[in-house]
């Protein structure tokens, strides 16, 4: 059986997290309202793309994604990269198609679990780490980095400890057929 490739939305510090391999844990709020079951990211052995910031070639500023040709070269905001004399505008996450996908991750498990019931351990699988002098905590830098990019959404913040889908995944090598110039 064939697996199921999803994309899931990641921040470019979420991204670097994963290049460097501190991240293997990510957590997904369960909309009100929805389904528990299935999971909409897959089952275990199912693919993951991380969908990140990226540009392309100036020359196709004007271009949605999916009409910029194979052959046209990606940058990624994670690598820090791009040289800005060649590089255009960068474009949402939400939009990066999954044929210049360049980390696959390999979903190990999922469960449903109250965003506060986060163990410290999976606060560092999260990709959470307090460097040098700090008065906080990590579980604290954890929540404040939930709010800065879920506390905005109706139920979605750390104090209203919204029901989250906990999945734990793997930085595999996956190559789904592509031909994309990548930077």
């Known amino acids: 059986m064939k697996c199921r490739e999803t994309g899931l939305i990641f921040s470019t510090h979420l991204v670097q997290s994963i ?21 909409p990211q897959g089952e275990s052995g199912d693919m993951i793309y991380a969908k990140e910031t990226f540009a392309f070639h100036y020359y196709y500023d004007a271009m949605p994604p999916r009409d910029v040709p194979d052959s046209a070269t990606v940058w990624w905001k994670a690598r820090e990269n791009a040289p800005t004399a060649r590089r255009g505008r960068w474009r949402s996450s939400r939009f990066m198609p999954k044929a ?30 307090c460097l040098g002098e700090t008065t906080v905590t990590p579980l604290e830098a954890f929540a404040i980095l939930w709010d800065e990019l879920n506390g905005h959404k109706p139920g979605c913040s750390w104090a209203e400890n919204p029901q989250v889908r906990r999945l734990h995944f793997r930085k595999v090598e996956y190559h789904p057929e592509r031909s994309v110039r990548r930077c």
């Open 19 to 39: 290049d460097a391999g501190e991240k293997t844990v990510t957590r997904r709020v369960i909309v009100p309202g929805s389904k528990l079951y299935p999971c």
């Open 100 to 129: 210049i996908a360049r980390i696959w991750l390999e979903l190990l498990g999922w469960c449903i679990e109250f965003l506060q019931d986060i163990p410290v351990t999976d606060v560092a699988k999260e990709g959470i780490r």
